[in-house]
């Protein structure tokens, strides 16, 4: 009996944490708690074995190897009741159709970042919850589609930042359950109409930065349930179909010359809005006419000469930066402007038209137009 007390205390709140520490992990790895459960994390070190971490007593629920040299994955050497794994560049070549055996059925997230060796693994095939897919970093071969297929029909996020793809994935079809996607930093110069129509009603959230897309296709506007875009740092020069439920758009980064009058079409939860580093040389005067709720607009590096009537549209701005537009010039045909900037709660404007602050034309230059302007 007393024995029994003892070990139970022992293991027992930050003792276990020691226990765990000196008994069942390499040192390179750190034991902390984990609401209930316990993360491990191991980083670097020279152990190339599988940490011997199944049997320690106690259930770890998410675990990280970063940088260490395991190569191989033994059958069931995960441990059980795990619901996130993390590798991150490990050189993993032979991984045992059966090593998540013992997690197969709690493993929700999954991140492979540098760490496969070509090839999806078979060991995948046993998932059956799980959540999130990371590929991000990997470079993939063999992306073993029977694989990919039986584990797609869970999966609600996906993340291929960096694969080298060159094309659309086609693979994807098989994730019939996903709310988010991300593609940063492929050469992707498409997004199939086919696909987008299919997720149209359940994309919450898309990712497509560095990439190679020159336009935004019409059926982009059928995502429906989109409220995240990122399509920053491609190539499109003209803005159109952005989806009607969008609250954050990412533009930065792009060729866009021109925001028409009919750039953006009914968004009213539109509330952040980059363009940033785009050669826009105008703005319409109606551009911000379907947008009310932007809250924060940032406009930086673009080549913007006249700061845009279109703004006066924009009654709930706080947030509005238009910095190193160098050829931004203040003038009295701007001064239309002044009573919109005073309307405003409260905002912070950033950029300058010429040698002065934009705020400070607008909040005291601008009174000395003549009236006959407006
Ligand atoms: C550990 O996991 C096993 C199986 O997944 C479960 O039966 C057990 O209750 C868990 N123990 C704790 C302390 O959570
Ligand atoms: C991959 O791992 C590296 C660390 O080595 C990290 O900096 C990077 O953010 C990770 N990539 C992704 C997409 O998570
Ligand atoms: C993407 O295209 C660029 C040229 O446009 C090329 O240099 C690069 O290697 C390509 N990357 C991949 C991953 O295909
Ligand atoms: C958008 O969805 C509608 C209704 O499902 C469909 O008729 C239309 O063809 C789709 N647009 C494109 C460009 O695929
Ligand atoms: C934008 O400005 C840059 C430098 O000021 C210039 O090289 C470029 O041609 C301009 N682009 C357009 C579309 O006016």
Redesign the pocket.
Known sequence: MVVVFIVHCLLMGSDVLAFLQDSCTPPECDVEPNG??YAVRCVGGTFSAFPIIRNCG??ISVLSLENTLISVLPEASIP??LSTITFIHNPLKNIHVGAFDYCAR?LEELTFNASLDGEIPNALNKFVYLRLLDLSNEKITNWNLPVLQKIGSTVKEVRLTNLGLSSWPTWLNYFTAITSLTVDGNNVTVIPDEWLNTVGAQLIELNLRSSLLSRLPEAMSNLTALTFLDLSYNLITHVANIPPHITNLHLEGNKIVEIGDASFMQMPYLRYLVLDGNPMTTVGAQAFNNTPAVDTLSMTGTNLTRVPMALSDLTDLSILDMSNSVNLVCTCAESGLQTWFEGQRSYYITGQCGSIDIYTFFTTLAKDCPTSVF
């Open positions: 209930y459960l106690v259930n059980a009741g709690t």
